[in-house]
């Protein structure tokens, strides 16, 4: 179960630089800078990584582990769906392919 809370939170990362080569090559195709500010919006779990990597905080924020009781600790899984970073790959997966059949 641990795997799969890895998966999910390095998803995060993958479908983030996804949707930033997607403005990236809109940017390309219709030349205005609104694609690259959409970019830099999504650079966000980087800088957010770079953050915890600068202040020392873990770095893998799926699992945390309680305070010990009695000499056992608890230790908690987050699942996190990138829900929105799926809609925003798949509407620029769509905006990417108008833009060439519009060629």
Excluded: Q
């Amino acid at each position: 179960m641990e795997t799969v809370a890895a998966i999910l939170y390095f998803l995060h990362f993958v479908l983030a630089a996804i949707a930033v080569s997607l403005c990236i090559m809109l940017f390309r195709h219709y030349r205005h800078v609104g694609w690259l500010l959409l970019a830099a919006a999504f650079l966000s779990p980087f800088a957010f990584l770079l953050m915890r990597l600068v202040n020392g905080l873990p770095l893998l924020t799926y699992r945390s582990v309680g305070s010990s009781v009695n000499g056992v600790s608890h230790m908690t899984i987050r699942y996190d769906l990138p829900g929105f970073y799926m809609l925003v790959v798949a509407a620029l997966l769509l905006l990417m392919r108008d833009a060439r059949r519009a060629k």
